[in-house]
């Protein structure tokens, strides 16, 4: 059964179910450069929040108040949002997991700062986190959030298999192609959709080098660097 994840740049991504049901990571719309011109949101029935920062919760509350989705976050960010009137926040923590929307969820480990700017006051948000995405045929996909790479990858593909990673890839702030081709190697996906790239001009890693990085690297040759459009769908 196939699902459609449509990237809508940055780390923003919605993933929809044959069934309908949508699922919105790490909202950043508004003033987001590589969001695509004219695309609009219909439906989210689950709104998955990596971390606090505005790059990828900026429009959280709007779309949380608009569609009623189940809101996921690690507990510090959703008490946060619970105090800003967003509705169905289902907080949890790693190694925790839950159904929403038609897929079970599990909240990974992510090496990362997280933190909100509220009236000009910086709030703690927890720690920064990833997610694994079970969909109803069985298969995983990963989002890693913000990260760099980090061994224990490893277990996540121990655990969970994923057979579909979202890695960033643009460096300063994360991961960087090379460390990204090295957490390919310790996730063992079949295919790779990059994040985190060209939206800043400090975030100069792409796609190509990935796929040069990872076609020299043994272990990993086999593995597919699929890179759309923003507002492109990829059936998986």
Same mark, same amino acid.
């Given at each position: 059964?196939?699902?459609?994840?449509?990237?809508?740049?940055? !780390?923003?991504?919605?993933?929809?179910?044959?069934?309908? *049901?949508?699922?919105? $990571?790490?909202?950043?719309?508004? @003033?987001?450069?590589?969001?695509?011109?004219?695309?609009?949101?219909?439906? +989210?029935?689950?709104?998955?929040?990596?971390?606090?920062?505005?790059?990828?919760?900026?429009?959280?509350?709007? &779309?949380?108040?608009?569609?009623?989705?189940?809101?996921?976050?690690?507990?510090?960010?959703?008490?946060?949002?619970?105090?800003?009137? +967003? *509705?169905?926040?289902?907080?949890?923590?790693?190694?925790?997991? =839950? #159904? &929403?929307?038609?897929?079970?969820?599990?909240?990974?480990?992510?090496?990362? !700062? !997280?933190?909100?700017?509220? #009236? @000009?006051?910086? $709030?703690?948000?927890?720690?920064?986190?990833?997610?694994?995405?079970?969909?109803?045929?069985?298969?995983?996909?990963?989002?890693?959030?913000?990260? #760099?790479?980090?061994?224990?990858? =490893?277990?996540?593909? *121990?655990?969970?298999?994923? @057979?579909?990673? %979202?890695?960033?890839?643009?460096?300063?702030?994360? %991961?960087?192609?090379?460390?990204?081709?090295?957490?390919?190697?310790?996730?063992?996906?079949?295919?790779?959709?990059?994040?985190?790239?060209?939206?800043?001009?400090?975030?100069?890693?792409?796609?190509? =080098?990935?796929?040069?990085?990872?076609?020299? =690297? /043994?272990?990993?040759?086999?593995?597919? +660097? &699929?890179?759309?459009? /923003? @507002?492109?769908?990829?059936?998986?």
């Amino acid at each position: 059964m196939s699902v459609e994840i449509t990237w809508l740049g940055h !780390s923003a991504v919605m993933v929809r179910l044959a069934t309908g *049901e949508v699922i919105l $990571i790490d909202p950043w719309l508004e @003033g987001n450069p590589r969001f695509p011109k004219g695309f609009e949101l219909d439906r +989210v029935d689950a709104l998955l929040l990596t971390h606090g920062h505005f790059d990828h919760t900026a429009d959280a509350v709007a &779309v949380a108040k608009k569609f009623k989705p189940a809101v996921v976050a690690i507990f510090e960010l959703g008490q946060w949002l619970g105090g800003k009137g +967003v *509705e169905n926040v289902s907080a949890m923590n790693k190694g925790g997991s =839950q #159904n &929403v929307a038609g897929v079970k969820v599990t909240m990974t480990h992510a090496q990362h !700062s !997280s933190m909100v700017e509220d #009236n @000009g006051q910086l $709030i703690y948000a927890g720690e920064a986190a990833g997610y694994v995405l079970r969909l109803p045929d069985g298969r995983a996909l990963y989002h890693a959030g913000d990260t #760099n790479v980090f061994s224990d990858m =490893q277990l996540i593909r *121990e655990l969970h298999a994923p @057979g579909l990673a %979202m890695l960033p890839i643009g460096g300063l702030f994360t %991961m960087d192609p090379r460390e990204a081709a090295l957490a390919c190697r310790f996730l063992g996906p079949e295919k790779v959709i990059p994040l985190h790239y060209g939206t800043f001009p400090p975030l100069i890693g792409t796609p190509e =080098q990935l796929r040069e990085l990872l076609a020299k =690297q /043994p272990g990993t040759k086999d593995i597919e +660097v &699929v890179a759309p459009e /923003p @507002g492109e769908p990829y059936t998986w």
